[in-house]
Protein backbone atom coordinates (compact mmCIF):
# COMPACT_ATOMS: atom_id res chain seq x y z
CA UNK A 1 0.00 0.00 0.00
CA UNK A 2 1.09 3.50 -0.83
CA UNK A 3 2.41 5.72 2.54
CA UNK A 4 0.82 8.47 2.79
CA UNK A 5 3.41 11.41 4.19
CA UNK A 6 2.88 15.08 5.07
CA UNK A 7 5.94 17.15 5.40
CA UNK A 8 5.79 20.54 5.93
CA UNK A 9 8.65 23.16 4.52
CA UNK A 10 8.77 20.96 1.78
CA UNK A 11 9.47 24.76 -0.13
CA UNK A 12 13.10 24.92 -0.09
CA UNK A 13 15.97 22.96 1.69
CA UNK A 14 15.62 19.72 4.10
CA UNK A 15 11.51 19.56 3.54
CA UNK A 16 12.38 19.62 -0.28
CA UNK A 17 14.84 17.40 0.14
CA UNK A 18 12.69 15.09 2.18
CA UNK A 19 9.72 14.98 0.03
CA UNK A 20 12.35 13.65 -2.86
CA UNK A 21 13.79 11.10 -1.11
CA UNK A 22 10.27 9.74 0.13
CA UNK A 23 8.72 10.02 -3.34
CA UNK A 24 11.20 8.27 -5.08
CA UNK A 25 10.88 5.61 -2.38
CA UNK A 26 7.00 5.22 -3.49
CA UNK A 27 5.22 7.44 -0.76
CA UNK A 28 2.15 9.74 -1.98
CA UNK A 29 3.83 12.91 0.03
CA UNK A 30 1.48 15.75 1.23
CA UNK A 31 3.43 18.69 0.21
CA UNK A 32 2.60 21.34 2.70
CA UNK A 33 3.58 25.13 2.80
CA UNK A 34 2.69 28.49 2.91
CA UNK A 35 2.99 30.22 -0.27
CA UNK A 36 0.67 28.28 -2.82
CA UNK A 37 2.93 29.78 -5.54
CA UNK A 38 5.89 28.10 -4.18
CA UNK A 39 3.97 24.86 -3.36
CA UNK A 40 3.27 24.78 -7.06
CA UNK A 41 6.61 24.91 -8.25
CA UNK A 42 7.75 22.78 -5.88
CA UNK A 43 5.09 19.75 -6.88
CA UNK A 44 6.15 20.66 -10.91
CA UNK A 45 10.42 20.21 -9.18
CA UNK A 46 9.15 17.22 -8.08
CA UNK A 47 6.91 15.63 -10.73
CA UNK A 48 10.01 16.80 -13.09
CA UNK A 49 12.76 14.98 -10.75
CA UNK A 50 10.27 11.52 -10.65
CA UNK A 51 9.79 11.21 -14.20
CA UNK A 52 6.85 9.56 -15.28
CA UNK A 53 4.47 8.35 -12.39
CA UNK A 54 2.60 5.37 -13.37
CA UNK A 55 0.56 4.86 -10.42
CA UNK A 56 -2.37 6.81 -8.77
CA UNK A 57 -0.02 9.91 -7.12
CA UNK A 58 -0.65 13.32 -7.00
CA UNK A 59 1.18 14.59 -4.27
CA UNK A 60 -1.59 17.43 -2.97
CA UNK A 61 -0.83 20.86 -1.88
CA UNK A 62 -1.45 21.92 1.85
CA UNK A 63 -1.34 25.33 2.04
CA UNK A 64 -0.62 25.98 6.22
CA UNK A 65 0.81 28.70 7.56
CA UNK A 66 2.53 28.01 10.83
CA UNK A 67 2.10 31.57 12.40
CA UNK A 68 -1.44 31.54 12.24
CA UNK A 69 -3.31 29.12 14.60
CA UNK A 70 -6.41 29.51 11.79
CA UNK A 71 -4.80 28.47 9.00
CA UNK A 72 -3.26 25.60 10.90
CA UNK A 73 -6.89 24.17 11.81
CA UNK A 74 -8.08 24.80 8.28
CA UNK A 75 -5.23 22.75 6.84
CA UNK A 76 -5.73 20.32 9.24
CA UNK A 77 -8.88 19.79 8.55
CA UNK A 78 -8.19 19.53 4.79
CA UNK A 79 -5.85 16.53 5.11
CA UNK A 80 -8.59 14.95 7.39
CA UNK A 81 -10.85 15.06 4.42
CA UNK A 82 -8.64 13.38 1.99
CA UNK A 83 -8.31 10.12 4.32
CA UNK A 84 -5.77 8.30 6.54
CA UNK A 85 -2.51 9.94 6.89
CA UNK A 86 0.48 6.96 7.56
CA UNK A 87 3.08 9.93 8.37
CA UNK A 88 3.77 13.50 9.49
CA UNK A 89 7.06 15.19 9.41
CA UNK A 90 7.22 18.40 11.36
CA UNK A 91 10.24 19.87 9.06
CA UNK A 92 9.24 23.24 8.48
CA UNK A 93 10.75 26.22 10.77
CA UNK A 94 12.50 29.24 11.08
CA UNK A 95 15.78 30.23 12.92
CA UNK A 96 17.15 33.21 15.23
CA UNK A 97 14.33 35.43 14.41
CA UNK A 98 13.56 39.19 16.14
CA UNK A 99 10.93 39.59 18.32
CA UNK A 100 8.08 39.62 16.01
CA UNK A 101 4.86 38.11 17.44
CA UNK A 102 2.05 36.05 15.11
CA UNK A 103 -1.00 36.74 14.15
CA UNK A 104 -2.14 35.25 17.89
CA UNK A 105 0.55 37.00 19.45
CA UNK A 106 3.14 34.37 20.33
CA UNK A 107 6.66 34.63 19.93
CA UNK A 108 6.74 34.19 15.73
CA UNK A 109 9.63 31.62 15.98
CA UNK A 110 8.36 29.69 19.02
CA UNK A 111 4.84 29.22 17.43
CA UNK A 112 6.37 28.11 14.27
CA UNK A 113 8.96 25.23 15.24
CA UNK A 114 6.97 24.14 18.63
CA UNK A 115 3.51 25.36 19.14
CA UNK A 116 1.82 25.45 15.63
CA UNK A 117 3.37 21.65 14.92
CA UNK A 118 2.09 20.82 18.20
CA UNK A 119 -1.29 21.98 16.65
CA UNK A 120 -1.15 20.51 13.27
CA UNK A 121 -0.32 16.87 14.91
CA UNK A 122 -3.28 17.04 17.78
CA UNK A 123 -5.81 18.27 15.00
CA UNK A 124 -4.31 15.13 12.69
CA UNK A 125 -4.46 12.98 15.68
CA UNK A 126 -7.18 10.88 14.40
CA UNK A 127 -6.50 10.81 10.35
CA UNK A 128 -3.18 9.58 11.55
CA UNK A 129 -4.36 6.69 13.99
CA UNK A 130 -6.86 5.90 11.24
CA UNK A 131 -3.95 4.69 9.04
CA UNK A 132 -3.40 1.84 11.72
CA UNK A 133 0.43 2.41 11.84
CA UNK A 134 1.53 5.86 12.26
CA UNK A 135 4.61 8.08 12.60
CA UNK A 136 5.12 11.67 13.46
CA UNK A 137 8.50 13.02 13.03
CA UNK A 138 9.87 15.98 14.72
CA UNK A 139 12.51 17.64 13.20
CA UNK A 140 15.37 19.09 15.97
CA UNK A 141 19.07 20.45 15.85
CA UNK A 142 21.85 20.03 17.97
CA UNK A 143 21.20 23.34 18.53
CA UNK A 144 18.90 21.85 21.63
CA UNK A 145 21.82 21.28 23.50
CA UNK A 146 21.88 25.09 24.34
CA UNK A 147 18.67 25.51 25.87
CA UNK A 148 19.04 25.68 29.32
CA UNK A 149 15.55 25.53 30.04
CA UNK A 150 11.95 23.51 28.41
CA UNK A 151 9.94 26.70 27.13
CA UNK A 152 7.48 26.40 29.22
CA UNK A 153 6.33 29.93 30.03
CA UNK A 154 3.63 31.70 28.27
CA UNK A 155 4.35 31.97 24.94
CA UNK A 156 2.28 35.31 24.32
CA UNK A 157 3.99 37.15 27.04
CA UNK A 158 7.06 38.71 25.38
CA UNK A 159 10.44 37.60 27.28
CA UNK A 160 12.60 40.46 27.62
CA UNK A 161 15.53 41.40 26.42
CA UNK A 162 14.60 38.99 23.26
CA UNK A 163 17.21 36.67 22.68
CA UNK A 164 16.88 34.86 19.27
CA UNK A 165 19.25 32.26 19.55
CA UNK A 166 17.88 31.22 23.29
CA UNK A 167 14.23 30.89 21.82
CA UNK A 168 15.58 28.81 18.49
CA UNK A 169 17.36 26.32 21.01
CA UNK A 170 14.68 26.17 23.25
CA UNK A 171 12.31 25.33 20.83
CA UNK A 172 14.36 22.78 19.20
CA UNK A 173 14.50 21.29 22.51
CA UNK A 174 10.71 21.42 22.73
CA UNK A 175 10.24 19.76 19.71
CA UNK A 176 12.62 16.86 21.86
CA UNK A 177 10.38 16.63 24.37
CA UNK A 178 6.73 16.68 22.41
CA UNK A 179 8.13 13.49 20.55
CA UNK A 180 9.19 11.94 24.20
CA UNK A 181 5.63 13.18 25.57
CA UNK A 182 3.84 11.74 22.78
CA UNK A 183 5.16 8.69 22.39
CA UNK A 184 4.78 7.90 26.24
CA UNK A 185 0.95 8.90 25.83
CA UNK A 186 0.54 6.81 22.73
CA UNK A 187 2.15 3.92 23.99
CA UNK A 188 -0.41 4.60 27.58
CA UNK A 189 -3.30 4.78 25.49
CA UNK A 190 -2.01 1.69 22.93
CA UNK A 191 -2.73 4.17 19.95
CA UNK A 192 -1.39 2.80 16.83
CA UNK A 193 1.10 5.56 16.48
CA UNK A 194 5.26 6.15 17.14
CA UNK A 195 6.85 9.41 17.87
CA UNK A 196 10.34 9.72 16.41
CA UNK A 197 12.40 12.60 16.32
CA UNK A 198 15.74 13.35 13.89
CA UNK A 199 18.27 15.86 13.19
CA UNK A 200 20.36 16.88 9.94
CA UNK A 201 23.65 18.10 11.24
CA UNK A 202 24.74 21.10 9.71
CA UNK A 203 23.44 21.24 6.51
CA UNK A 204 23.51 24.08 3.89
CA UNK A 205 19.90 26.12 3.51
CA UNK A 206 18.11 28.97 2.92
CA UNK A 207 17.59 28.40 6.77
CA UNK A 208 20.11 31.47 7.21
CA UNK A 209 18.61 33.62 5.22
CA UNK A 210 15.54 34.17 7.70
CA UNK A 211 18.24 34.38 10.81
CA UNK A 212 16.92 38.46 11.02
CA UNK A 213 18.87 38.41 14.46
CA UNK A 214 22.02 36.67 13.76
CA UNK A 215 23.93 39.39 14.76
CA UNK A 216 27.92 40.25 13.59
CA UNK A 217 29.34 39.14 16.95
CA UNK A 218 29.27 35.90 19.39
CA UNK A 219 27.33 32.47 18.86
CA UNK A 220 25.49 33.61 15.76
CA UNK A 221 27.96 34.56 13.91
CA UNK A 222 29.93 31.78 14.61
CA UNK A 223 26.82 29.32 13.50
CA UNK A 224 25.97 31.53 10.41
CA UNK A 225 29.21 31.25 9.29
CA UNK A 226 29.53 27.02 10.15
CA UNK A 227 26.56 26.58 8.91
CA UNK A 228 26.84 28.42 5.31
CA UNK A 229 29.79 27.67 4.25
CA UNK A 230 30.25 24.14 6.06
CA UNK A 231 27.23 21.63 5.63
CA UNK A 232 26.03 18.80 4.06
CA UNK A 233 23.84 18.85 1.08
CA UNK A 234 19.74 19.19 1.76
CA UNK A 235 19.91 15.34 0.35
CA UNK A 236 22.68 14.22 2.72
CA UNK A 237 20.51 16.13 5.46
CA UNK A 238 17.48 15.02 4.91
CA UNK A 239 18.41 11.32 4.96
CA UNK A 240 17.74 11.48 9.08
CA UNK A 241 14.47 12.52 8.84
CA UNK A 242 13.97 10.29 6.15
CA UNK A 243 15.21 6.78 8.17
CA UNK A 244 12.92 8.44 11.19
CA UNK A 245 10.06 8.28 8.97
CA UNK A 246 10.97 5.13 7.05
CA UNK A 247 12.73 2.51 8.81
CA UNK A 248 12.48 -0.37 11.68
CA UNK A 249 12.74 1.87 14.47
CA UNK A 250 10.79 1.94 18.16
CA UNK A 251 8.68 4.97 18.70
CA UNK A 252 10.77 7.32 20.35
CA UNK A 253 14.04 7.33 18.48
CA UNK A 254 16.18 10.26 17.63
CA UNK A 255 18.23 10.25 14.14
CA UNK A 256 21.15 12.20 13.36
CA UNK A 257 24.25 12.13 11.17
CA UNK A 258 26.85 9.70 12.24
CA UNK A 259 29.96 12.01 11.68
CA UNK A 260 32.04 13.70 14.08
CA UNK A 261 30.05 16.03 16.96
CA UNK A 262 26.78 14.98 14.26
CA UNK A 263 27.34 17.29 11.98
CA UNK A 264 27.47 15.25 8.98
CA UNK A 265 27.32 11.79 8.18
CA UNK A 266 24.99 9.01 7.00
CA UNK A 267 22.16 8.51 9.83
CA UNK A 268 22.12 6.42 12.78
CA UNK A 269 20.27 6.32 16.04
CA UNK A 270 21.97 9.65 18.35
CA UNK A 271 21.06 10.59 21.89
CA UNK A 272 19.55 13.89 22.82
CA UNK A 273 20.53 16.04 26.14
CA UNK A 274 19.61 15.22 29.07
CA UNK A 275 17.37 18.39 29.11
CA UNK A 276 15.41 16.80 26.32
CA UNK A 277 14.78 13.50 28.83
CA UNK A 278 12.98 14.96 31.61
CA UNK A 279 9.69 13.94 32.14
CA UNK A 280 8.17 16.37 33.91
CA UNK A 281 9.36 19.18 31.48
CA UNK A 282 7.93 16.99 29.03
CA UNK A 283 4.48 17.01 30.95
CA UNK A 284 4.47 21.12 32.00
CA UNK A 285 5.52 21.84 27.84
CA UNK A 286 2.53 19.52 26.82
CA UNK A 287 0.15 21.38 29.50
CA UNK A 288 1.55 24.63 28.47
CA UNK A 289 0.79 23.90 24.45
CA UNK A 290 -2.50 22.73 24.88
CA UNK A 291 -3.43 25.97 26.95
CA UNK A 292 -1.65 28.17 24.42
CA UNK A 293 -3.15 26.58 21.39
CA UNK A 294 -6.18 25.89 22.61
CA UNK A 295 -5.73 22.02 20.94
CA UNK A 296 -6.34 19.22 23.37
CA UNK A 297 -5.15 15.75 22.14
CA UNK A 298 -8.20 13.12 22.31
N1 LIG B 1 19.89 23.58 7.96
C1 LIG B 1 20.41 23.07 9.08
O1 LIG B 1 21.62 22.93 9.22
C2 LIG B 1 19.50 22.63 10.18
C3 LIG B 1 20.10 22.12 11.34
C4 LIG B 1 19.28 21.67 12.37
C5 LIG B 1 17.90 21.70 12.23
N2 LIG B 1 17.34 22.20 11.09
C6 LIG B 1 15.87 22.21 11.01
O2 LIG B 1 15.46 21.75 9.74
C7 LIG B 1 14.18 22.28 9.45
C8 LIG B 1 14.16 22.78 8.01
O3 LIG B 1 15.10 23.83 7.89
P1 LIG B 1 15.93 24.14 6.55
O4 LIG B 1 17.36 24.17 6.95
O5 LIG B 1 15.51 23.27 5.44
O6 LIG B 1 15.48 25.68 6.32
P2 LIG B 1 14.82 26.41 5.07
O7 LIG B 1 15.52 26.04 3.81
O8 LIG B 1 14.75 27.84 5.46
O9 LIG B 1 13.35 25.80 5.02
C9 LIG B 1 12.39 26.13 5.98
C10 LIG B 1 11.03 25.76 5.48
O10 LIG B 1 10.07 26.09 6.48
C11 LIG B 1 9.05 26.86 5.89
N3 LIG B 1 8.41 27.77 6.80
C12 LIG B 1 8.96 28.78 7.51
N4 LIG B 1 8.02 29.46 8.19
C13 LIG B 1 6.85 28.85 7.91
C14 LIG B 1 5.51 29.09 8.30
N5 LIG B 1 5.16 30.12 9.09
N6 LIG B 1 4.55 28.27 7.82
C15 LIG B 1 4.86 27.26 7.00
N7 LIG B 1 6.10 26.98 6.58
C16 LIG B 1 7.09 27.78 7.02
C17 LIG B 1 9.74 27.62 4.76
O11 LIG B 1 8.77 28.10 3.84
P3 LIG B 1 9.07 29.33 2.83
O12 LIG B 1 9.78 28.71 1.65
O13 LIG B 1 7.72 29.84 2.49
O14 LIG B 1 9.93 30.31 3.56
C18 LIG B 1 10.64 26.52 4.20
O15 LIG B 1 9.91 25.66 3.35
C19 LIG B 1 13.91 23.36 10.49
O16 LIG B 1 13.00 22.85 11.45
C20 LIG B 1 15.26 23.60 11.13
O17 LIG B 1 15.18 24.00 12.49
C21 LIG B 1 18.11 22.67 10.07
Redesign the pocket.
Known sequence: MTRRILV????????AATAHALARAGAEVLLA???PT?LEQTRTDLVRALGPVTDDRTFPLVV????DLTSVRRAAAEVARLGPLDVLVN?????ALGPERSVDGFDLQMV??HFAPFALTGLLLPTLIASGDARVVA?????HRLARQAPVHDPRVPRLPHRPWRVYAES?LANLLFTRELERRAREAGLPLRALAA?????S???L??ATHAGPRGIGAVLVRA?GTL?QS?ED?AAATVMAATADLPGGSYVGPSGPLEMRGLPHLVQPARAAQDDYAADRLWQVSEAATGVSYP
Open positions: TGVTSGLGGRNKVDLANAGVMTNVSSQIKHPGRTTGLGGFGAG
